[in-house]
């Protein structure tokens, strides 16, 4: 089993406990459900933003232990207030070390959310509304691209916007009419090697109109540069930033040699 299978197995598990304990009906009732929710897709094209997505990354199973003090209250803030435009908040907890209380601590700062999981049942998208999320990632490699597509259209009735994640050129047929952000994820989940040339060898083949994003291995504002020229519009970066005793130091460092 790869890694995503382990994951994905044990998230199947997870979803059973937690229908168990809290039905659909009960998470509609939370008050963030009715909220309306923000853009990330129009956040990444203005130009008054970096661009960035800043992730929250405790743990990581290349990484193990990435951060183990940070307070998430206190580095989103700083990502929000320095330009970030949208963020990435981990919500599994058994493999990276976040949860739904990190994402709704993340809430208070006005940009877009991205609920950071592996989502495979409409019960964790009701789940991202409920908690303030405004975006869900959808992983090509873990879906098929007809439940890529269900799963897009449930999030869209629920004005959440689905940034879709592809590794590979296999994995360009999951793209639909339903996603509104593309991602090239640059780690290879089997060696876990990041290689920033994976983004670059893909943009080309992907649709123009949707903005694209290129996740995982950032570590270098020239590396954004490069990014940029070829057509991306979002960069995802996690480990950067979060394997610093302060992140937000880090992040304010990165971002003036954009
Ligand atoms: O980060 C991992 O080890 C990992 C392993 C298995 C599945 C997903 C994984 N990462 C999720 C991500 O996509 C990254 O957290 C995100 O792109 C940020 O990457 P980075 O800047 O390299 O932390």
Redesign the pocket.
């Known amino acids: 089993m790869n890694?995503?299978d382990t994951?994905v197995a044990r998230k199947k598990e997870e979803i059973a406990e937690r229908k168990a304990l809290r039905t659909v009906a009960d998470l509609e009732k939370e008050p963030f459900f009715e909220r309306t929710t923000l853009s990330l897709s129009q956040s990444l094209v203005n130009p008054e933003r970096t661009g960035i997505i800043a992730?929250f990354?405790r743990k990581?199973?290349?990484?193990g232990i990435i951060n183990g003090q940070a307070s998430v209250e206190d580095v989103t803030a700083t990502y929000a207030r320095l330009g970030a435009s949208g963020l990435?908040v981990?919500t599994d907890t058994d493999?990276f070390g976040g949860s739904n209380a990190d994402l709704l601590l993340a809430r208070q700062q006005q940009v877009p959310i991205l609920r950071?999981d592996f989502m495979v049942d409409e019960y964790q998208v009701v789940e991202a509304k409920a908690i303030g999320a405004d975006v869900i990632l959808l992983i090509a490699a873990c879906l098929t691209p007809e439940r890529v597509q269900s799963l897009a259209a449930f999030a869209k009735s629920l004005k959440l916007e689905v940034l879709l994640?592809i590794h590979d050129e296999s994995e360009l047929v999951h793209i639909c009419n339903e996603v509104d952000m593309v991602g090239v994820?640059n780690?290879n989940?089997k060696t876990?090697e990041?290689d920033i040339n994976t983004s670059l060898r893909l943009i080309g083949k992907m649709p123009a109109h949707k903005p694209a994003v290129a996740?995982?291995?950032?570590s270098d504002p020239e590396t954004i540069k490069t990014l940029k020229q070829a057509g991306f519009k979002g960069f995802?970066?996690?480990?950067?930033f979060?394997k610093q005793p302060d992140p937000s130091i880090a992040f304010a460092d990165f971002v003036k040699h954009l």
């Open positions: 890694i995503l994951i992730e990354k990581s199973p290349s990484k990435s981990l493999f950071k994640e994820n780690r989940l876990f990041v996740e995982s291995g950032i995802l970066i996690g480990e950067n979060m």
